[in-house]
């Protein structure tokens, strides 16, 4: 946590073609030289996401410029706050970035590249793949405020790593390198070049069948909605659907013609 005071855009969203025609979007967090989530950020993003939303790419990356991906948030957001202002900057953060994030209908993936606390951690937490530098260190360290992570973290990171390593995180209020959350399951891949390893990533996930990966999306949330049961009863639907998609068909046509790992995708 930290204060800071920012004039310049927060952030950029740019999109680009992968070589086999995919759309990629690259969110990226520019804002000064700790990348606070203050007011301005969290606009930037919000408006970054619903644009998003509104025409989805086949691939998300969200990365940050600088030396670090995020000091935190700047403190100035909760002065003077009563109960129910609190409660109510919650719920718009929850509709606003990590729902709509989580709702994607493609893979985002989120480059770490150094210290990443608070905010950016939570949002990192609620994206499909997290991939860090060596040297990244994370930290849910709301504590110092007397606060408790209140975008997800908790919650996401007991789902990753378990309900003692979330509660030691939060509680302890630690950095915690990338190694040892890999080896958690919070971080997913360690990558000396983890920016372009990220790139890379998210252009191959945009190169493949961008209906099957969001029913892969749609299936995981219904085990963390209501466990293995709800999410059997969602998925011959969700996956049945797939049988409607040129993806599919192209994609058996292919294996039955020229054999596996051979088929292109087009999203539809």
Known sequence: MARMTQTTHPTRLERHTTAAGAEVAVLTVAHGTL???????FDAVIADITALVAAPPRAVLIRAEGKVVSGGVDVHLFDGLDAGQGAQLWQ???????????????????AAHGLTLTAAFEISLACDIVLAAPGAKFGLVETVVGLTPSMGGPQRLAERAGSGRARELVMTGDLYDAETLRSWGVVNAVHEDVDSA???????????????HDATKQIIGAWRSGGVAHADSETPDVSGALFGTDDLKGAVRSFLTVGPGKASYTGR
């Open 198 to 212: 990220a790139r890379a990533l998210a252009d191959r996930l945009a190169d493949g069948p961008t209906r099957a």
């Open 92 to 110: 718009d953060l929850f509709a606003q970035i990590i729902h709509p994030l989580e709702a994607l209908p493609c893979p985002v993936v989120f």
């Open 35 to 41: 990348n606070l989530f203050d007011r301005a950020l």
